[in-house]
């Protein structure tokens, strides 16, 4: 068999809203970009949501929307992919990176806690494979630190703590205690890359809870200066009658998604719920058959939480990082693509150079010695997981 890793799972449904955007005349930001906009406030339970050109961009300019820059500080997890810690950087500010919880794929919050300074102004929980943090005990940890807060924006002041800005780059259409991921955290942002649950090709979307003394028009309205060049209309806004004047209100970016890929969403949405059940019954199948094998699964399902079934990650117990990457080898061989999420940040070299050394991780890297990322997608025939399955048993006993 040759089994891909994580291929798009594109229908004639997604083809004919492309096709129809392209028959449209209009390709940039424009209706079908607006429409998947109040599509993701109503599938989040917010009122508002901002389409971007990928889940990076909606961290960097909600950093940049939140005042973070240089002398702030801006905490995150040693066990993530680069983007969760490339935005603090980006906006000028200092990353703060803190080890995961022991025999967890998520932030120790004890150890946040304890790296919490007065120049903290945010935190960028990482939720793993479609597993969300726990919000509450992270809520718990930046009220308890409210007497250090030292707001410098209007925002900021609004929300009178340290932000929760998630990282949820693999969990849209996750919940936690009954409520979506997008919902819980101050400000969520997702991923729509080629290889999410819901694709856009390359995309995101960021939403936000309510602030007291903050009007959700206002954050909207500043998210659309942000990614357009700080332009005071957009193009769509310019085709109205005589309405070609705008203004450059600041020197802003630009970062917004086009009508093209938002029409690719529009069409996975008519899907999603189809995608995320399939996506749990091929982790049951996993879970069921790994049972006893002394392969460790993460949980996707719990009495506070419900995964996305982003990813499936298992672990081979008592197996080195170099016996780890011969299994890979091996099930490649075998024509399964596997991948491994992640090397932790302090293990590359941009972050070496920054200062940061992989022996102050000591749980991060234990979580990654050993880990495998199995395939895990919706275009899996359940014979393909049954090989899957057999062949990693298999590699593993002769290694």
């Given amino acids: 068999m040759n089994i891909s890793f994580s291929p798009p799972d594109i229908t004639q449904t997604e083809i004919d809203e492309v096709v129809d955007t ?164 101050d400000f969520t942002c997702f991923s729509f890359h080629a290889v999410k649950n819901l694709t856009t090709a390359e995309g995101g979307a960021v939403t936000w809870k309510e602030i007291t003394g903050v009007q959700s028009e206002d ?51 008519k899907r999603y719920d189809e995608i995320l059940k399939r996506r749990k019954e091929i982790i049951s199948i996993y879970d069921e058959e790994f049972k006893g094998t002394g392969i460790k699964t993460l949980n996707h399902y719990d009495k506070n939480y419900n995964s996305n079934g982003h990813l499936y990650l298992v672990q081979i117990v008592g197996k080195s990082e170099q016996e780890r990457n011969r299994i890979i080898e091996e099930m490649a061989a075998r024509g399964v693509s596997t991948n491994v999420h992640y090397k932790p940040l302090p293990m590359h070299t941009a972050y070496k150079q920054l200062g940061f050394n992989i022996m102050d991780y000591p749980n991060s890297y234990n979580q990654y010695v050993n880990e495998i990322t199995l395939p895990l997608h919706t275009l899996l025939s359940d014979e393909e997981i049954k090989y899957v399955i057999s062949s990693l048993k298999d590699v593993i006993l002769k290694i």
């Fill in 219 to 269: 954050i909207y309205n500043e998210f659309m200066l942000l990614t357009l060049h700080g332009q005071s209309k957009d193009a769509l806004a310019k085709t109205t009658l005589g309405g070609w004047e705008y203004d450059i209100v600041y020197p802003a970016y630009k970062c917004n998604m086009t009508d093209i890929m938002a029409s690719l969403g529009l069409g996975q949405f």
């Fill in 22 to 185: 392209l028959k449209s005349g209009w390709i940039t930001t424009g209706p079908k970009t607006k429409l998947f906009e109040k599509q993701i406030a109503e599938y989040c339970n917010t009122t508002k949501a901002v389409c971007m050109n990928s889940a990076t961009a909606c961290m960097e300019m909600t950093l940049r929307l939140l005042g973070i820059g240089e002398g702030d500080e801006v905490i995150t997890s040693a066990y993530t992919y680069t983007s969760s810690a490339s935005v603090i950087h980006h906006v000028g500010a200092r990353i703060v990176l803190v080890d995961t919880a022991k025999d967890s794929f998520h932030l120790d919050y004890n150890a946040v806690e304890r790296a919490i300074t007065d120049k903290t102004k945010a935190i960028i929980p990482v939720d793993i494979a479609g597993v969300m943090c726990d919000y509450d005990k992270l809520l718990e940890v930046v009220n308890s630190k409210k007497h250090l807060f030292k707001p410098s924006n209007e925002i900021q002041s609004a929300i009178g703590r340290i932000a929760i800005v998630a990282d949820a780059a693999h969990s849209f259409g996750a919940n936690y205690k009954n409520k979506m991921s997008g919902e819980v955290a």
